[in-house]
């Protein structure tokens, strides 16, 4: 895992520390394995997952959805993995004459490979959401992701979000899902398109992030 040293004051820090709190299930799980391998308390790790603006981040039945699908990320990192998204856009595009594409932020090419992808710079937070809000997917590509923060933002504007199974790991979000994906009967052949694919698709509980309710968890920290 990491020199001798290291482990020995990281262990040092477990055992003082009341309460840890991490970002993710999947994350936490792997801190409570960590925590009990160094001889502290795993129940000292709790979940609490990163708030986001729900007051800007949030449905607006007014909006009408299209047919299109969002993605955010400061496209220059490897992590976020570029090269696969527009690859899977321009499949996904080919087949769907009737759908369009939003890449938002930095680092992106100045040639667009399809004619109905459209590229954006970073937008303020009501613009992305306003985006958001009138799509129906998010789409991530990333190699892997601490928390996936512009993935919930979406969920929380109504897209579902969709995942490939074999590069971010969806489980990171996963445990925050409502527990179906209701979809209309139009839509139902794209997601089909996506789970053929070996992508995970699924619906977020956006009140889950609130930053009122996440406020809370951690005021209820138990500290014993």
Not at 93 to 108: E, H, I, M, R, Y
Not at 177 to 202: W, Y
Not at 215 to 222: D, G, K, T
Request: aromatic share 10%.
């Amino acid at each position: 895992m990491a020199t001798p040293w290291i482990e020995a004051r990281l262990a040092r820090t477990l055992k003082i520390l009341p309460a840890l709190t991490v970002e993710t299930p999947q994350a936490t799980q792997l801190w409570k394995k960590l925590t009990a391998k160094l001889g502290a308390d795993p129940k000292r790790i709790h979940c609490i997952p990163h708030p986001i603006q729900t007051d800007i981040f949030r449905p607006d039945l007014s909006i009408r959805k299209k047919k299109q699908i969002i993605s955010v990320g400061r496209w220059e990192s490897y992590q976020k993995n570029l090269p696969f998204l527009l690859k899977t856009l321009v499949h996904f595009l080919n087949k769907n004459p009737d759908w369009t594409a939003q890449v938002v932020g930095s680092g992106l090419p100045s040639v667009v490979p399809h004619p109905r992808i459209f590229f954006s710079p970073p937008l303020d937070s009501m613009a992305l959401a306003l985006k958001m809000q009138e799509s129906r997917l998010f789409l991530s590509s990333s190699r892997f992701e601490s928390f996936g923060l512009a993935a919930v933002e979406a969920g929380a504007c109504g897209c579902l979000i969709i995942a490939p199974d074999f590069l971010f790991a969806p489980a990171s979000l996963e445990p925050f899902a409502t527990s179906a994906v209701a979809s209309p009967l139009d839509f139902s052949c794209v997601i089909s398109h996506f789970a053929a694919m070996g992508f995970r698709i699924f619906a977020l509980n956006h009140a889950t992030f609130v930053p009122q309710q996440v406020s809370e968890a951690f005021l209820f920290l138990p500290l014993d």
